[in-house]
């Protein structure tokens, strides 16, 4: 049966009641609910229980653990704290949402994933593959949409305060209440560290984030979500400032339909002490979204989107905007056992023209405890608007537009099974290949004394593929553990050489215990990162590694628990692409709840 918003969704899965794993619940693959079990695209999620079960401190932290990405942590970088790319695909090909709105802050249009506090997370969806057919630009590698705790009518207030190593204090209130009709919560989180080299990376940061729902009918609801956050990085004089704002409603006319509507705005600012690098960013957003059940085959999903961005950029004397207008559909076609999804996304531009790319996935439920699952589809990046219409300085190079970039673009192939061993045990293995084209990149004119001049063009390709597998076991009530592995191989088409920074192995795995007779549980958790190539020539290749984290918390009565947490067991430091690992660190603290 086709499932919808709104609709129940325990018949459509095909796990059982021993499989929380697969019941979770996934809305970004198809933009309609389904569970992992049942969903037609394959996808993951990461709950707030499991986070809370590892005691994460931030977003990159919480997605370290998932195969088939590669996150990158860095306390020094500028808009840099941590970022993230998938199945080998540079970082700025991976789209962050927050409830499905775009967010900015981050160099080389990557998304600094440490804006997000981690205490308002109720659990992260992640798609992996291209997705432009349902998400437009960016989403070549994938997409990772964070979904906000909800509001509550109950009251409720909770607090964290976390000290470790280099000096670091982490503190987070939240609290909840309302009515049956209007709904709450609002979170705030501070931060500050030292960093690893206290001279340079010493900051700190105020995230404060929210909810409001209202609910007008038993058919019609409305969510608004505001959002601030403040980063000053003293020493380096720098500071960034978020301001974000996102409205959604929800409105269904009979069992069969439902209507979304958003519109956000998002603005990012960045500036130094002497002005020079000044510049803001704005995002603003309106989407309509309809899906219709026809009958027990078809579900069918249309929508509008509309995107503009505006650069203001003080330190580089320029004022510059584009507009996309968009267009996608999608038709879930259920032919039990096989579920059918075809869909497409046409995205206009007024320099570089249109983007339309499709998507074709399929899902077999072989028996009830295998099924299979194969996709295809297109994807792009559109060119920056500092590429497109900027001309600046960046030290000895006068840097130039070009207005006549085209997007980037890939096709992208998965497919994969997922295979329940036992009661609480499931397994999964897929193979993924993205073949990369028009990557932008620099051609730089030396002739005499500088400044010399560079350029952006289209010219490089690339290919990224490989494996990963998943296993997940429940062991019983008090024991559960995971392991993941990936697989990877690249190549840039052009010089027939490996690209940089990407482990040809990684493994992660994990282990948690809980101890009821103590009220305590237990975490552990390890990573391995393969060798990978330092420089373009592949000349140069760095060392494997690996790393050893274990946890331990204990509740002091009914609404309190202590945990003490050991980053780097090991005190494994000095690894070159690795800035944020530097030997062993601590971690401490409490939580209160009531």
């Known amino acids: 049966a086709v499932v919808l918003v709104g609709a129940s969704l325990g018949e459509a899965s095909a796990a059982g009641p021993d499989d929380p794993a697969l019941d979770k619940i996934v809305v970004t693959a198809t933009k309609t609910p389904h569970t992992l079990g049942d969903v037609p695209v394959a996808a993951e999620v990461i709950t707030r229980e499991e986070l809370e079960a590892r005691n994460v401190q931030t977003l990159q932290e919480a997605l370290e653990q998932q195969a088939g990405l590669i996150v990158e942590s860095n306390s020094s970088g500028w808009g840099d704290k941590g970022k993230v790319s998938i199945h080998g695909m540079d970082q700025r090909h991976t789209l962050v949402l927050v409830d499905g709105q775009r967010v900015l802050g981050g160099h080389q249009d990557g998304i600094d994933l440490q804006q997000i506090s981690i205490g308002m997370v109720e659990r992260i969806e992640i798609l992996k593959g291209p997705a432009s057919a349902l998400y437009g630009s960016d989403a070549m590698g994938g997409v990772i949409n964070i979904i906000t705790r909800p509001a509550s009518e109950k009251p409720g207030f909770s607090g964290t305060l976390t000290m470790g190593s280099r000096s670091t204090t982490i503190g987070e209130v939240s609290a909840s209440g309302g009515s049956e009709k209007v709904r709450t919560r609002i979170n705030y989180t501070y931060r500050e560290s030292d960093g690893v080299d206290k001279e340079f990376d010493i900051y700190e940061e105020h995230i404060l984030q929210g909810t409001v729902s209202l609910d007008l009918s038993e058919r019609v609801d409305i969510d608004l979500k505001p959002y601030y956050s403040f980063h ?286 103590a009220d305590a549980r237990l975490h552990f958790e390890t990573s391995y990162t393969g060798e990978r190539w330092e420089n373009d020539d592949n000349t140069v290749l760095l060392d494997d590694y690996w790393i050893f984290s274990v946890s331990v918390a204990k509740e002091i009565g009914e609404y309190a628990e202590v945990f003490v947490k050991v980053d780097n067991v090991f005190d494994k430091k000095d690894i070159e692409d690795e800035y944020d690992i530097d030997g062993r660190a601590f971690f401490a603290g409490i939580k209160m709840s009531i």
């Open 232 to 517: 000053d990085m003293r020493e380096q004089e720098r500071r960034q400032e978020r301001i974000g704002f996102n409205a959604l409603a929800g409105w269904r006319p009979d069992d069969v339909s439902s209507w979304t509507f958003r519109g956000s705005v998002f603005d990012y600012s960045q500036w130094t002490l002497d002005r020079t690098t000044d510049y803001g960013l704005r995002n603003y957003e309106m989407e309509a979204g309809y899906s219709r059940a026809l009958g027990d085959t078809h579900l069918v999903t249309a929508g509008y989107q509309l995107w503009s961005q505006e650069r203001d950029d003080e330190g580089k004397n320029m004022q510059i905007d584009q507009v996309l207008h968009s267009f996608y559909v999608q038709d879930e076609i259920d032919l039990s056992p096989v579920v059918l999804v075809l869909g497409g996304r046409i995205d206009m531009h007024d320099d570089w023209g249109e983007e339309f790319n499709p998507r074709a996935a399929i899902k077999y439920s072989a028996t009830d405890d295998l099924t299979l699952r194969a996709s295809v589809g297109t994807a792009f990046k559109a060119p920056s608007l500092l590429k497109l219409y900027g001309d600046w300085m960046m030290g000895p190079y006068m840097v130039y537009a070009n207005p006549d970039l085209e997007p980037e673009t890939s096709i992208g192939y998965q497919a994969g099974a997922q295979y329940r061993v036992s009661d609480g045990v499931s397994a999964s293995v897929s193979l993924f290949r993205n073949e990369i084209e028009n990557l932008i990149a620099t051609r730089i004119v030396k002739m005499g004394p500088p400044p010399w001049e560079m350029y952006w063009e289209n010219v490089d390709e690339a290919v990224t593929q490989g494996v990963e597998v998943n296993l997940a076991s429940r062991v019983n009530d008090n024991i559960s553990a995971r392991l993941g592995y990936t697989y990877l191989d690249t190549e840039n088409k052009l010089t027939g050489r490996e690209l940089t920074y990407r482990p040809d192995h990684k493994l992660t795995a994990g282990i948690d215990v809980r101890i009821p007779d």
